[in-house]
């Protein structure tokens, strides 16, 4: 079993960084692809950013392109979030989860584990 554990999450103002973090521990962790998605009250969990494990090709949401950047460590099993830019509608959870196998990268459905989620809140 893979746990992933965020950190990093916090309340910033408008215009503010921050950036987030994700450790995976448990059995020999080698998947295809991290990623972050994030959850606002009320609504769905939407896809952010993915990073292939092997190789570093990277994807983004429209929101995150020009902002947030994706990176790995494969070393220390981590990935990280930078968000740079942060508006008021940032605001939400922002959970880290990885995949096994290659599929569709923007989809929840898609990933095999979850961490607990991070809040990150952005005021104006």
């Known amino acids: 079993q893979v746990q992933l554990v965020e950190s990093g999450g916090g309340s910033v103002q408008a215009g503010g960084s921050l950036r987030l973090s994700c450790a995976a521990s448990?059995?020999?962790?080698?998947?295809?692809?991290m990623g972050w998605f994030y959850q606002a009250p009320g609504k769905e969990r939407k896809f952010v950013a993915a990073?292939?494990?092997?190789?570093?090709?990277?994807q983004y949401a429209d929101l995150a392109k020009g902002r947030f950047t994706i990176s790995r460590d494969n070393a220390k099993n981590s990935v990280y979030l930078q968000m740079n830019s942060l508006k008021p509608e940032d605001t939400a959870v922002y959970y880290c989860?990885?995949?096994?196998?290659?599929?569709?990268?923007?989809?929840?459905?898609?990933?095999?584990?979850w961490g607990q989620g991070t809040q990150v809140t952005v005021s104006s």
């Open positions: 448990g059995r020999t962790f080698n998947p295809h692809r």
């Open positions: 990073i292939v494990w092997s190789g570093g090709i990277t």
């Open positions: 989860a990885a995949a096994q196998i290659p599929g569709l990268w923007t989809r929840t459905t898609q990933y095999d584990y």
